[in-house]
């Protein structure tokens, strides 16, 4: 051992180097085996101690409150008298058997309603589990936030807005999001009051997120959109809002959403004709067509869209010209479909069409004839 360690004293540096770098390697390849392993071995025993537990937890609630005649018949669950005493168990003392317990509350909360789901969270406040899931809250993990904010959103209980609005805005994308869902779910008075203090932008996926949320909440509080498409700075929220103006068939913002086609950002403003389109605000028409040759392709796409979707049979002739002049193939194929969705007005203009067109603009329109084909 002497020989080897005078060996490596006296050794070129970069075998001393190699040799530093061989056993630090060794070494943290067998930490990181050893950390798999106990992490592995500490996955199946909690699998295995769920696996005992569950069974006991699903019989409880069965018993009590799933198999309830009176729940069944909906009677009100504070009328239904509820043993919680059975439900205090020494194992349930202990925290992953509280929050396997909770997790089992909330899928079985999931797939009730009625008295059986109230009940179900009258169970979670008698047995302090909301106390838990606020404790998480304070965490200074983003996940054990967002498993909170889920239990609680699940459980249909209020959080204070000083906790959740900061959460609305956090610069993790996952606590960001689940922050906002629970803010619309949870808010009774003003669920989009967070629309007013986001800065990040609100992605498509949180779009579509908050979208079924919105439209799946029932007794939810509909602001006027108006509010945040004329004075919000966050464009996400603008665009997003004008999605829901249309989903909602607010009229009463029609006025700030025409405001907005003065929008120096050209997708603001395709959206704000796209949504003007859908609501068949045919006041609209001759602005859009006076602004027309000013926009950019997307804008101008949007304005023949609008055309179409309105339905006045107006300007046909405004149509019927950029389908035969056009040099872009999509200005072409809109024009097209709005000419055959203003098909009462130009009946006889599209057989003339399709009569004396080219073969390309003869098959776009036999496409576009297609109900099946959408904008």
């Known amino acids: 051992m002497e020989f080897s360690f005078y060996e490596f004293r006296y050794a070129p540096l970069s075998i001393q180097i190699a040799f530093i770098f061989i056993v630090v390697a060794i070494t943290c390849t067998i930490i990181a085996y050893l950390s798999i392993l106990r992490g592995r071995y500490k996955a199946y025993r909690h699998e295995k101690k769920l696996a005992s537990l569950h069974p006991v937890i699903d019989n409880l609630l069965m018993e009590h409150i799933l198999l309830n005649v009176e729940l069944a018949n909906d009677t009100p669950a504070e009328q239904v008298q509820l043993p919680v005493e059975v439900f205090r168990l020494p194992v349930f003392e202990h925290r992953w058997a509280r929050e396997a317990l909770i997790d089992r509350l909330i899928h079985y909360r999931n797939n009730v309603r009625g008295s059986m789901g109230e009940q179900l969270r009258n169970l979670y406040i008698q047995l302090n589990l909301d106390k838990d899931s606020l404790k998480k809250m304070k965490s200074h993990k983003w996940d054990k936030k967002v498993q909170a904010l889920a239990e609680l959103t699940n459980m249909n209980m209020s959080i204070a807005d000083v906790t959740i609005l900061p959460l609305t805005n956090s610069n993790n994308r996952e606590l960001r999001a689940a922050a906002r869902h629970a803010y619309i779910k949870l808010s009774k ?88 389109g859908k609501l068949k605000i045919e006041d609209v028409q001759e602005k859009l067509i ?86």
């Open 189 to 276: 008075n003003e669920p989009f009051k967070f629309f007013d203090v986001v800065t990040e932008p609100l992605l498509l996926w949180d779009q579509v997120e908050l979208f079924k949320i919105i439209s799946t909440t029932e007794h939810i509080a509909i602001p006027n959109f108006a509010q945040w498409i004329t004075y919000s700075s966050n464009k996400t929220i603008v665009s997003f809002c004008l999605k829901l103006v249309v989903h909602y068939n607010q009229l009463s913002a029609v006025h700030a959403v025409i405001k907005l086609l003065d929008t120096k950002d050209h997708y603001l403003r395709g959206d704000a004709i796209n949504c003007l």
């Open 290 to 375: 006076h602004m027309y040759n000013s926009q950019p392709l997307n804008c101008r796409l949007e304005v023949l869209k609008a055309l179409g979707r309105i339905s006045s049979g107006k300007h046909v002739g405004f149509l019927r010209q950029e389908f035969l002049h056009s040099t872009d193939f999509e200005v072409r194929k809109h024009a097209a479909k709005s000419l055959i969705k203003n098909a009462w007005a130009a009946k006889g203009l599209i057989q003339e069409l399709i009569d004396t067109a080219t073969l390309e603009n003869k098959l776009i329109l036999k496409h576009c004839m297609n109900p099946l084909i959408k904008f």
